[in-house]
């Protein structure tokens, strides 16, 4: 797998100044997978508003250079808000 260094990351890993000199790593392989579900419980609310609820998963992880891909690793979040919006 062919991998492009950026600048930043290059300046970190040099120990030089820059935007990346607090410890970029250069990442290889990353990976994230989500899912959203909403749930409208009021639309069009006086032809102006509608209201609803919504489910949020996330999994994910970057692997550094030099690291063994591993589902282990994986990092997970799940999360809900409720909203409302103007309709037009």
């Known amino acids: 797998m062919a991998v492009k260094q950026t600048t930043e990351a290059k300046n970190a890993v040099d120990g030089k100044a820059g935007a ?7 990442v290889v392989a990353s990976v994230l997978l989500a899912s959203e579900a909403r749930l409208f ?6 032809r102006l508003l509608s209201f609803a609820l919504a489910a949020f998963a996330e999994t994910g992880y970057a692997w550094p250079q030099d690291t063994r891909v591993a589902l282990r690793d ?15």
């Open 20 to 26: 990346g000199a607090w410890g970029a790593v250069l």
């Open 41 to 46: 419980v009021a639309e069009d609310v006086g």
């Open 74 to 88: 994986l990092r997970s979040d799940v999360a809900w808000a409720s909203s409302s919006a103007a309709t037009a």
